[in-house]
T-cell receptor, first 116, second 113 residues
Framework: ETGVTQTPRHLVMGMTNKKSLKCEQH?????MYWYKQSAKKPLELMFV???????ENNSVPSRFSPECPNSSHLFLHLHTLQPEDSALYLC???????????????FGPGTRLTVL | SQKIEQNSEALNIQEGKTATLTCNYT??????LQWYRQDPGRGPVFLLL???NEKEKRKERLKVTFDTTLKQSLFHITASQPADSATYLC????????????WGAGTKLIIKP
């Protein structure tokens, strides 16, 4: 399998559930990202990992917990979410050439999350 | 405040015509700008990157311009086709942001046969 994959593609959960989103990249990239996308709003960057180290955390509520066990895998652990957390969650990867300014991002298909 | 603006209204274009999408920004010092395409239920796909010192970039039927004086990028699709229908996102990499692209909300393009 090539590119960036995400599972599950759809997730419905109650506010008291615990679930995890999984992302895997097969591109040999060094950086991985979690984004939240809500309708008609810009992509919201949640977390960035570079070489398995978290380098950005954009004031995301603690009910979202990322994990990057290696450079190919990224998880987003979810617990006690709110209905307003319902959105498309996108994973992306890039080579990590941040200082060169030419980093383009490759996205997975996303997980459509609905919190009841 | 800093922001990027793209037309929130859908753009309807007749097949065969040139579609032009706009990305305006304020209060940024961009290093480069990227355009992505997003289809429903899918993640964005990278199309083109243009640097601050480049005026124009082309790729097949796509053309991007970047005017740092006007703080604007234009994205053109010539000889548009129904398959070009999608949402197009612009993203800015600013000089003082290490890891973040600043994203616009996207413009939905509809090419009518």
């Amino acid at each position: 399998e090539t590119g960036v994959t995400q599972t599950p593609r759809h997730l419905v959960m109650g506010m008291t559930n615990k679930k995890s989103l999984k992302c895997e990249q097969h591109l040999g990239h060094n950086a991985m990202y979690w984004y939240k996308q809500s309708a008609k709003k810009p992509l919201e960057l949640m977390f960035v990992y570079s070489l398995e180290e978290r380098v950005e955390n954009n004031s995301v509520p603690s009910r979202f917990s990322p994990e990057c066990p290696n450079s190919s895998h990224l998880f987003l652990h979810l617990h006690t979410l709110q209905p307003e957390d319902s959105a498309l969650y996108l994973c992306a990867s890039s080579q990590g050439h941040f200082l060169e300014g030419t980093d383009t991002q490759y996205f997975g298909p996303g997980t459509r999350l609905t919190v009841l | 405040s800093q922001k990027i603006e793209q037309n929130s209204e859908a753009l309807n274009i007749q097949e065969g015509k040139t579609a032009t999408l706009t990305c305006n920004y304020t209060n940024y010092s961009p290093a480069y700008l990227q355009w992505y395409r997003q289809d429903p239920g899918r993640g964005p796909v990278f199309l083109l990157l243009i640097r601050e010192n480049e005026k124009e970039k082309r790729k097949e039927r796509l053309k991007v311009t970047f005017d740092t004086t006007l703080k604007q990028s234009l994205f053109h699709i010539t000889a548009s086709q129904p398959a070009d229908s999608a949402t197009y996102l612009c993203a800015l990499d600013v000089i003082d942001s290490n890891y973040q692209l600043i994203w616009g909300a996207g413009t939905k393009l509809i090419i009518k046969p």
